[in-house]
């Protein structure tokens, strides 16, 4: 009954290495988010998808690509992985229609670079 | 443009004490505030919320008022547990903005 689901939980791998993450929210939600946690658990917003549409891309290397196949699913697919990528990444949705502020955050996905 | 400060940690205290995280923000038009907490190995939580001024948002013991004219959220607990243990984070949406500004986060440490 997970509301918002990511995979993997934890993800090693090389520099210069391409990977992806996936996000899936079962809540009916219209919104959905990824952010990033470094080592000083400082959050931030990195991108968000309105009804598949990107409504912010804040300033992200363009490494970074999310997609977003459906409204239950923002995957983040990262190219040619740096050391400084290694972080948390948290997916997140929201509903805006009628909606409450809150967003719910899936479990994050810990990448380590090496 | 929209900020939050909130106090460093980390903070450490006995069970049973008095817990206050300050939390103050800087924005442009009237936000929405909110407190996540952060326990170990998982994802955010909601922990409670307010939307104007004045409101005071509670939970688990928890609560939170929105103060306008100090620009401040602080959190506090009268009687904190070692199942407090957490990094709580302060946040702030304005408007129609899609996204939270969070704060750095503030580790707390509760020892039996």
């Known amino acids: 009954d997970t509301a918002v689901s990511q995979t993997p939980k934890y993800l090693v791998t090389q520099m210069g290495n391409d990977k992806s993450i996936k996000c899936e929210q079962n809540l009916g939600h219209d919104t959905m988010y990824w952010y990033k946690q470094d080592s000083k658990k400082f959050l931030k917003i990195m991108f968000s998808y309105n009804n598949k549409e990107l409504i912010i891309n804040e300033t992200v290397p363009n490494r970074f690509s999310p997609k977003s196949p459906d409204k239950a699913h923002l995957n983040l697919h990262i190219n040619s992985l740096e050391l400084g990528d290694s972080a948390v990444y948290f997916c997140?949705?929201?509903?805006?229609?009628?909606?409450?502020?809150?967003?719910?955050f899936g479990p994050g996905t810990r990448l380590t670079v090496l | 443009g929209n900020s939050v400060t909130q106090m460093e940690g980390p903070v450490t205290l006995s069970e049973e004490a008095f817990l206050t995280i300050n939390c103050t923000y800087t924005a442009t038009g009237y936000p929405s505030l909110f407190w996540y907490v952060q326990y170990p190995g998982e994802g955010l939580q909601l922990l409670l919320k307010?939307?104007?001024?004045?409101d005071k948002g509670s939970n688990k013991g928890f609560e939170a008022t929105y103060r306008k004219e100090t620009t401040s959220f602080h959190l506090e607990k009268g009687s904190v547990q070692v199942s407090d243990s957490a990094v709580y984070f302060c946040a702030l949406r304005v408007g129609g903005a899609q996204k939270l500004v969070f704060g750095q986060g503030t580790r707390l440490t509760i020892n039996p």
């Open positions: 997140a949705s929201r509903l805006t229609s009628g909606g409450t502020d809150t967003q719910y």
């Open positions: 307010a939307t104007k001024a004045d």
